[in-house]
């Protein structure tokens, strides 16, 4: 039986000032990328993981410098701050608090991460998260790698969910089993680079167009063979296979050089 279709575009990436109804950003605890101020304009929620909020107090002025400091923090102000509260910094609390963003202190909970949490706040918001929801997760790559395979953990846990993993150098999203995927990396900002990887367990059958190294029904399993160092080679990649993929690219270019009409 021939599976759904599911479509992968990096539109996010493309020049815009306008909401995308679909479009959710959550910022996580670890240095930011650039594109932060892009994906902000075009996201109708915002919600700081914990510390995140610290690095949109620090990081967005480093931005703009040739803003005032208080100009751009006053600009960028998230819908919530959520999580176990034990990285937000005192100052960076109350510059929030005083700018009404609810702080949402979930520390009776010390067996899910800041992400999962803000995953849970934004399906419980209005309006809650729809089929087509992208949730765009920034400083998700980088620094203590217990934190980022906790990341890699939550695209498995919420596998219906569209969540695209976001870092200074890479992106990453889930291809879930259930369908067959079709996805058309922005050139100007991704690739050559990518790979596929099946995370906890093998994966077989996987077969693939659009890339250098294409597989033809072989298995892809740690310890036997995992498609890393990868390379792009056409508009549109196809992968099917018999177990969910980690699909990453390495983040080259310059986001927002295109508008999302070209
Ligand atoms: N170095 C990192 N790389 C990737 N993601 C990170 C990194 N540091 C933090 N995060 C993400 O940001 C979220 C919030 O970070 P924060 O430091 O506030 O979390 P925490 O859960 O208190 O961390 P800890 O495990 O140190 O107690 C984490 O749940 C994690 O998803
Ligand atoms: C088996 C097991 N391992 C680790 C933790 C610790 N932990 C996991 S998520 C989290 C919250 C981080 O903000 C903490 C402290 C646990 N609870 N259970």
Redesign the pocket.
Known sequence: MTKPTLEHRSDFFKATKQVNQDHVLIV????LPSFVPLLWEQSRLRVC????ANRIYDELPRIFQEEEESAVRARYIPDAIV??????RPDVRDFYTQNSVPIIDLSHDQDT?????CIKYAQGANPSLTQQSKLL?V??????L???L??IH?LYKFRDLRIVLL?KGNLALLLPEAFEHEIYPDRGVEGPICALIPVGSPVSDVHSTGLRWNLGGQSLQFGELISTSNEIKAERISVRAKGPLLWTTELTGTPGLQTSSS
């Open positions: 996580l605890n670890y240095s993981a914990d510390g995140g999580g176990d509260l034990d990285s937000l991460s800041d992400l999962h949490k997760v400083g998700a790559v980088g620094g203590r217990d934190h980022q906790s990341n939550i870092g």
